[in-house]
């Protein structure tokens, strides 16, 4: 099993409509999670951190699931800028400090007009 | 402006020839990275530094080294260069406060290698 799965889309919307993404991760230790955004050919940037309790910003809402090893990211009222690939990223969770990021290969959505 | 810039953006080399990607950023963080991205692999981590003189291997470290002499470069090095080597790679740094996985990490433009 991958340590940090994503579905890798491609995921085709329609501005205005909402939509989510799941991500799972097998390390139950892991202790820090982040949705990072990468557009074509570009370099990956943080979008938000993932917090217990699930936290909100703006049209984005990223929450995790301990239980299930789970995080998601809902966005609303998709715009043509949320065209991108979206990176779930995971601490490696062995020791609290500086141990390895993990990312998922990332899934793609495209905003349709 | 706080950034993280590689050089060179792009390379065409060929196979054994030593090269060197460099990597600085002007933001004083103690935490250093370089990834390699390939498709349908993602993002994989090849070397860290969490301050100067300290390095470690990421999870893909086989044919590359890394020094950290000064707290802001962090130069890639590959000795004798593959064709297995061809990929996007990154340099990124974050702040440590001694978690510094909970912090956001700052990503170079990229350097694209071909190795023929």
């Known amino acids: 099993r991958k340590e940090v799965e994503q579905d890798p889309g491609p995921f085709n919307v329609p501005e205005g409509a909402t939509v989510a993404f799941n991500c799972t991760y097998s390390?139950?230790?892991?202790?820090?999670f982040f949705w990072y955004r990468q557009d074509c050919r570009k370099e990956p940037k943080l979008l938000m951190s993932v917090y217990s309790s699930g936290n909100e910003d703006g049209r984005f809402t990223a929450q995790l699931n301990r239980a299930s090893q789970y995080i998601s990211l809902l966005i609303r009222d998709s715009k043509l800028s949320d065209s991108a690939t979206y990176l779930c990223?995971?601490?490696?969770?062995?020791?609290?400090?500086?141990?390895?990021?993990?990312f998922g290969t990332g899934t793609r959505l495209t905003i349709i007009p | 402006e706080a950034q993280v810039t590689q050089n060179p953006r792009y390379l065409i080399t060929v196979t054994g020839k030593k090269l060197t990607v460099t990597c600085s950023q002007n933001?004083?963080?103690?935490?250093m990275s370089w990834y390699r991205q390939d498709p349908g692999l993602g993002l994989r981590q090849i070397y860290y530094?969490?301050?100067?003189?300290?390095?470690d291997k990421g999870d893909v470290p086989e044919g590359y080294k890394v020094s950290r002499k000064e707290k802001r470069n962090f130069p890639l090095i590959l000795e004798s260069p593959s064709p297995n080597q061809t990929s996007l790679y990154f340099c990124?740094?974050?702040?440590?406060?001694?978690?510094?996985?909970?912090?956001?990490?700052?990503f170079g433009p990229g350097t694209r290698l071909t190795v023929l």
């Open positions: 933001m004083n963080h103690e935490y």
């Open positions: 530094s969490m301050n100067v003189e300290v390095t």
């Open positions: 990124a740094s974050s702040v440590d406060t001694g978690l510094a996985l909970y912090n956001e990490q700052f």
């Open positions: 390390n139950s230790a892991s202790q820090s």
């Open positions: 990223v995971v601490s490696g969770g062995t020791n609290f400090g500086n141990e390895k990021l993990t």
